[in-house]
């Protein structure tokens, strides 16, 4: 049985690849990205400004969150560590809400990622 799977952080390590298993398997997978769309399976969004196509979830089976400034590409300063946290509450809130408010909300939400090595 195919499923539409919401995915985002879908260029990541984990993401590419999950999004590839996915795909070979017969679903549809929309990726949220926050450049400018280059196909009908992608979709921008900006979780810092709370943007996310309204109704977006609906009628999605899942959304996976994977989300999240990169945690081994740069110094930790205190500037850096904040953003990687705001980066996985933005996301991870928009998302929620997104959920939370669909008139046929997924069957199921995976929000992962890391905040420490």
Known sequence: MSRTILVSGASGLIGSALVACL????????ALVRRVAR????VRWDPAA?????GLVDGCDVVVNLSGAGIGDKRWS????KEILDSRLDST????RAIGSSSHPPS????ASAIGI
């Open 50 to 54: 709370g943007s996310l196509p309204e």
């Open 78 to 81: 205190e500037q850096r560590k």
């Open 23 to 30: 795909r070979a398997r017969g679903d549809r997978v929309v």
């Open 39 to 42: 196909s009908e399976d992608e």
């Open 93 to 96: 809130g928009l998302l929620a």
């Open 108 to 111: 199921a939400f995976l929000s």
